[in-house]
Nanobody, 120 residues
């Protein structure tokens, strides 16, 4: 079983930056793809970005080129660097692990989520 623990959320002013981290433990192996989703109040959960075990990234339109996903396999950790944050980025951000195939990410396990609030 895989456990995922997110950290790095918080409150930031518009234009600011945050880096989210997700530490994985349990039955982790090098073939696991990882991804970040977010869910704003009243909206569906949406993919932000995903990364394969080989470091191939899949970015959705939600980040508008402002977000960067990366991973450190030695630490079993995935990161989401978020720059130029906007109020509409306010959401609970969820880490996930899953599979990546044909440029599609399939989440299987979820973390508990971390709140990101962007406001002045």
């Amino acid at each position: 079983q895989v456990q995922l623990v997110e950290s790095g959320g918080g409150s930031v002013e518009p234009g600011g930056s945050l880096r989210l981290s997700c530490a994985a433990s349990g039955m982790i192996h090098m073939m696991t793809a990882m991804g970040w989703y977010r869910q704003a109040p009243g909206k569906d959960r949406e993919l932000v970005a995903a990364i394969s075990n080989r470091g191939i990234t899949l970015d959705s339109d939600s980040g508008e080129g402002r977000f960067t996903i990366s991973r450190d396999n030695a630490k079993n950790t995935v990161y989401l660097q978020m720059n130029s944050l906007k109020p509409e980025d306010t959401a609970v951000y969820y880490c996930s692990s899953g599979t990546y195939n044909a440029r599609t990410y399939y989440p299987a396990v979820w973390g508990q989520g971390t709140q990101v609030t962007v406001s002045s």
